[in-house]
Each structure stands twice: as structure tokens, then as C-alpha cells.
């Protein structure tokens, strides 16, 4: 378990899979995260079983209470290079703009540049995620690259913004 300020990073278990299942299908939250297709409890089980796969970590993040409040995952892990993506989730929306997200990021980083060694974390955001987008610019994230037209909603076409952060640059922020 990772453990932060407000918040505990814990391995996915196969028992999470029905929490996962109805986040999965939370549309207000999934808007930006390329989620449009209903999915079933089954689609949930293989997605927290992909946590094992060596490219791939999901954790679990737990309030104080240890009671789940969302997802984090490291993806695209490339070890010869030293680099990987991540992406978050915080599903239990009276959380959300309480600090959890910076902290499980905070968390995250941490167990990614230190015990992990990489070199470089990327992430891709909706332009439209202003609040995202600002959480990730105050933990040093800057801007790489704009993504044109790459997502489609509610009749419109949004840019996503390619963004990373280096081993260097996180010295500033934690």
C-alpha cells in the first residue's frame, strides 16, 4: 500500500471489480475518459486483471476511512526507456476538489520517479478538463503538444492535450 497524506494507493483486487463495474458506467464521470459504450461486470474483472500485466499497474485509491474513492493506473510502462503514462479517476464525486486527486497523484509520482526509477511521466487530458488540467500544472506538468480533434462529444470535437513531467522537474513539487 502507498500511502499519502489523505489517501491510501492499494493494489486492484478481483473484488473491487464490482465497484469498478458501476464507475464504469458512471457517464457524468466517464465523459472525458473515453469510456461511451455501457460495459458489463465481466469487462470490469478483465480490466482489474490486467493489473498484472508488467506494462500495466491499477491502484485503488481509499479515503481516510479506506473506503474507495477512485482508481489511478500507470500504463504503457516501458522499462528500456524509462518512462510510462498515468491516468485518474476520482468516482466519488462529494471527494472530488478536496484535495484526493493532488494527493493520490503526489502519491503516485512518488512510487513512479523513486521506487520505480523512471524518468518520465505523460498523460493525456480533454481540453475542456480545466480543473485536471490545473491539478496537473500545479505538480509540474507542462504542456507538450496539442492532440487536434481526437475526441468526439455531445456533437462537438475537442482537442486533448499531451502533457509529461521528468524526474527533475518533480523535485519542485514534492
Not at 94 to 99: H, L
Request: proline share 2%.
Amino acid at each position: 500500500m502507498l500511502k499519502g497524506n489523505k489517501t491510501m494507493l492499494r493494489p486492484i483486487e478481483l473484488e473491487d471489480s464490482r465497484i469498478l463495474s458501476t464507475w464504469l458506467n458512471d457517464r457524468e464521470t466517464n465523459k472525458g475518459l473515453d469510456i461511451i459504450y455501457p460495459l458489463s461486470k465481466r469487462y470490469a474483472d478483465s480490466f482489474v486483471l490486467e493489473a498484472e500485466d508488467e506494462r500495466k499497474r491499477i491502484f485503488m485509491i481509499d479515503d481516510e476511512e479506506y473506503k474507495p474513492i477512485g482508481i489511478v493506473i500507470i500504463d504503457k510502462i516501458k522499462w528500456e526507456y524509462r518512462h510510462c503514462e498515468i491516468g485518474i479517476a476520482i468516482y466519488k464525486k462529494e471527494k472530488r476538489g478536496q484535495g484526493y486527486g493532488k494527493d493520490s497523484l503526489k502519491t503516485l509520482l512518488d512510487f513512479i520517479f523513486n521506487d520505480m526509477n523512471m524518468n518520465l511521466v505523460y498523460l493525456n487530458v480533454l481540453e475542456n478538463n480545466i480543473p485536471a488540467i490545473n491539478l496537473y500544472k500545479s505538480l509540474g506538468f507542462t504542456q507538450e503538444g496539442i492532440l487536434r480533434n481526437r475526441y468526439y462529444q455531445g456533437g462537438k470535437y475537442y482537442n486533448i492535450i499531451s502533457m509529461s513531467l521528468t524526474r527533475e522537474e518533480l523535485v519542485t513539487v514534492l
